[in-house]
């Protein structure tokens, strides 16, 4: 029998990138699944490559209303909702750069706003819409997906890691509230992984950084990763989905309030 046989899992933000290889690795498992994210037919796509039962919604998950409405219809479609997981984050290129920092002052609020919408209120929105289904099975598994940036010093992208240091934050909050109910909630830390905010954040490298100038933005990531992660590997988002889909299954069951790292030991540099 797989690990998460009979199990319901919702990911937002799951058509693409570390969303959508964290629905493979739970389908993989046995998982029924529920595809979210702002774009229905990409979702539906998406669901329609597992390899398990799966659904395909559209919603903003940053919009508690959507998103209550959104759960309702996966656990009445599918009986319920065992598992989920808060992926959905980010924010258009052109808001990502008013949120880049060095110095702070460059930081627009309209950045500053759009990045904690996008990465910390999108997981408070997805709790509370999970948070009654859960219980109602008798308990169930959280899973936010922070980033190490909520971890460390990041003047580069202040706003970014302080909304990822909430999500952080909730996920302890949140562990310890609903301990009681049996249900845990974890964060997972991913470290370097090839997703459109990095392209664009290697696309800005190569016109500010002379030795990038002659460089593609994938050899830009492929360079950073080396020069930062002991490992010498980038992550990706099967690394990410089998973590979540052990954090889901009943081998977790003692894990909670936990935020745990994904990446190749870039942490440990600020140990040196």
Known sequence: ?????????????????????????????????????????????????????????????????????????????????????????????????LAMGMPFANVTQRGWDAQLQGNLRTAYAGCKAAIPHLQARGGGAIVNIASIAGLMAMPSVPAYAAAKAGVISLTRSLALELGPSLIRVNAICPGFLWTRAWEFL????????????????????????????PMGREQTPEDIGHLVAFLGSNGAANITGQEIKVDGGITLNVMR
Not at 33 to 55: G, Y
């Open 1 to 97: 029998m797989k690990a998460l046989e009979g199990k319901v899992a919702l990911v937002t933000g799951a058509a693409r990138g570390i969303g959508a290889g964290i629905a493979r690795c739970l389908a993989a498992q046995g998982a029924r699944v529920a595809i979210l994210d702002l774009a229905l037919a990409d979702a539906e796509a998406t669901a329609a490559t597992l390899e398990a039962p799966a659904i395909g919604l559209e919603a903003d998950a940053a919009d508690e209303r959507a998103m209550a409405a959104a759960a309702d219809r996966v656990a009445s479609a599918f009986g319920g909702i065992d598992i989920m997981v808060n992926n959905a984050g980010g924010a258009g290129s052109d808001v990502e750069l």
């Open 202 to 229: 290697a696309t800005l490298m190569k016109q500010s950084v002379p030795e990038y100038r002659d460089m593609a933005p994938r050899e830009i990531f492929l360079d950073a990763v080396t020069r930062n992660t």
